[in-house]
């Protein structure tokens, strides 16, 4: 479903211009999920969403979702996650893997030796680490996710249409 056009949406652009970080500004109250509270009308600094999402830039690369296997955990085909390379993982953290040439998203499961990938709906087989696996590697930890409530009107990618490249294209030998 998709949202209704509204002459009221700004574009803020790219999240960087030129040589510095674009900031935006931070609301003073966060908002409730619950009951809502009545909100102050001043804004309590600019922050920088480079910085926060990306606390680790040279090791850090964003990805889209393709399919549902992680929907248990609230991530959801098309959102956009941001994968860091230089997180140890571990049990619990939600990883991209490389499997068969594929990139797979899982979340880790197990120890060392004993590891397993596994997605939170029904329906997909768990993957079993064990031993050396050429074909199977841990690429990155997913650091954040980000989910879309709102599909965009124009330019939205198809279901099913290639993501994020292949692994060969992030410089992952197949």
Do not use: K
Request: with cysteine; aromatic share 4%; hydrophobic share 45%.
């Amino acid at each position: 479903m998709a949202c209704a056009p509204t002459s009221d949406l700004i574009w803020l652009g790219p999240l960087r211009q030129g040589d510095g970080p674009l900031q935006l500004p931070l609301a003073v109250e966060s908002v409730a999920a619950g009951f809502p509270s009545p909100a102050d009308d001043y804004v309590e600094a600019a922050i920088d969403l480079n910085g926060i999402l990306m606390p680790r830039p040279s090791s850090t690369f964003l990805m889209r979702v393709d399919g549902d296997a992680m929907r248990g955990d609230g991530i959801h085909h098309g959102d956009l996650l941001v994968v860091d390379r230089s997180v140890a993982p571990r049990s619990g953290s939600t990883v991209v893997a490389v499997h068969e040439g594929r990139f797979v998203l899982r979340r880790l499961e197990g120890r060392p030796a004993q590891w397993c990938l596994v997605a939170s709906d029904a329906t997909t087989a768990a993957i079993a680490l064990q031993g050396e696996d050429p074909d199977l590697l841990i690429w990155g930890v997913v650091i954040h996710a980000v989910h879309h409530l709102c599909t965009p009107l124009s330019g939205s990618r198809r279901r099913g249409a290639v993501a994020g490249g292949s692994p060969e294209a992030l410089g992952v030998e197949p």
